[in-house]
């Protein structure tokens, strides 16, 4: 930084010391002239001086200038080195309160499922994939094929991503943004998505060569969407999902979720189970119809099927049955499942399905069954 203040000053002051010489002060002899030497200013002419003056008062007021400005910015770097230390402290004490709170192990920041097909993992979150499971699990309770679910996913994703949402172009609402005003149902039915799923299977069925035409076409003539070909883009995921949750593509859905807040036990039901294992049974046959359910682990779990089925067929349904319950893990609280000698659970986002053996095997992911454990049951 330039300091001409100082330097102005201290020429000023030199300037004012080398205007005398030694020979001014020298009396002249008789009769003598004094000698001519050009440098004759003496200290009290420099003194006087209107242009010396001004100069000094100039440097004067730089000086105090200087000296106000490196106190001005110390101020302002005390400041800022205070701000500074504070916000220190309180990244310092939230970074413990985190470590203190947070379990060990992986932390899922981002809930989400995760569809296998052909090498491709297609992503959806988890209510998604939920509405995903229900599509699906009403086709299957239809008894229409893997098709009709890769049709109807891919549809729901293009109309209402997925979502049950209560809004829409005009009075569409729902996963597949039905209206009213075309005959597909009242509101409320429209916003129940079991509903909201036949109504659009009952016309879906009527397309004849549905399984074999072009995804754009049969949705076409269901929905008959201004936009047609846009349902295209969505039939990759959808048959990425349908073949997981139908069963015919094992151990290839999969979620990585947060912990369960609430693991509070709860009192055993009449039904021999926790409320949370109710509710899940509950939900089990209102999509996937009538489906053997046994109370285990005093209540904490349930045994959907029938344990040490065989079978192409029973092998199938079962693996149907663990994705589903996968897909809806995060709105039942469910912490694992298991199924034909391998484990999805929650506090493994990283694990998958895990392969399990021996007794551990049999008693967790049985054969030809799907055990379901909720919050607060023991994961082994």
């Not at 400005?69 to 500074?84: D, K, Q």
């Not at 009952?202 to 995804?215: E, F, K, S």
């Not at 209540?299 to 040490?308: D, I, M, R, S, Y």
């Amino acid at each position: 930084m330039n300091r001409p203040t100082s330097r102005a000053a201290g020429t000023t002051r030199t300037a004012a010391r080398s205007g005398p010489t030694r020979h001014a002060g020298r009396r002249a002899s008789p009769g003598t002239a004094p000698r001519a030497t050009g440098r004759t200013t003496s200290r009290s002419a420099a003194a006087s001086s209107p242009d010396s003056r001004r100069a000094a008062r100039r440097g004067s007021s730089a000086a105090e200038g200087s000296g106000s400005t490196r106190r001005r910015l110390g101020g302002s770097l005390a400041r800022m080195l205070g701000v500074l230390v504070v916000v220190g402290v309180l990244v310092a004490g939230a970074w413990v309160a985190v470590q203190q709170v947070l379990p060990s192990g992986p932390v899922v920041v981002v809930e989400r499922c995760t569809a296998t097909a052909e090498g491709t993992e297609h992503d959806l979150a988890p209510d998604q994939a939920g509405n995903a499971a229900l599509i699906t699990a009403v086709a299957q309770q239809r008894g229409l094929p893997a098709r009709a679910a890769t049709v109807a996913i891919a549809t729901a994703v293009q109309e209402s991503k997925l979502r049950n949402i209560a809004y829409g172009d005009r009075d569409s609402l729902g996963l597949f943004q039905q209206r009213p005003s075309q005959g597909w149902g009242t509101p409320e039915q429209l916003q129940d998505p079991v509903y909201a799923t036949n109504a659009f299977y009952d016309v879906l069925v009527q397309v004849d060569g549905y399984t074999d035409l072009p995804i754009t076409e049969v949705a076409q003539r269901v929905q008959r969407s201004a936009y047609p070909e846009a349902y295209a883009d969505h039939e990759p995921e959808g048959r990425a999902y349908a073949s997981a949750l139908t069963g015919h593509s094992p151990a290839a859905l999969t979620c990585r979720l947060r912990p369960v807040t609430d693991v509070s036990a709860q009192a055993v039901g009449e039904d021999g189970l926790w409320p949370r294992a109710s509710e899940l049974v509950a939900r089990v046959h209102a999509e996937r119809g009538s489906v053997p359910v046994t109370p285990a682990d005093r209540g904490t779990a349930v045994v959907l099927g029938t344990a040490g089925a065989t079978g192409e067929d029973a092998v199938r349904s079962t693996w149907s049955t663990a994705q589903w319950a996968v897909a809806h893990a995060r709105d039942l609280q469910v912490v694992a499942v298991g199924t034909e000698g391998r484990q999805w659970r929650r506090d493994q986002p990283e694990a998958g399905w895990a392969e399990l053996t021996g007794e551990a095997a049999q008693r967790l992911a049985p054969p030809g069954a799907t055990v379901v454990v909720v919050a607060g049951g023991a994961v082994e």
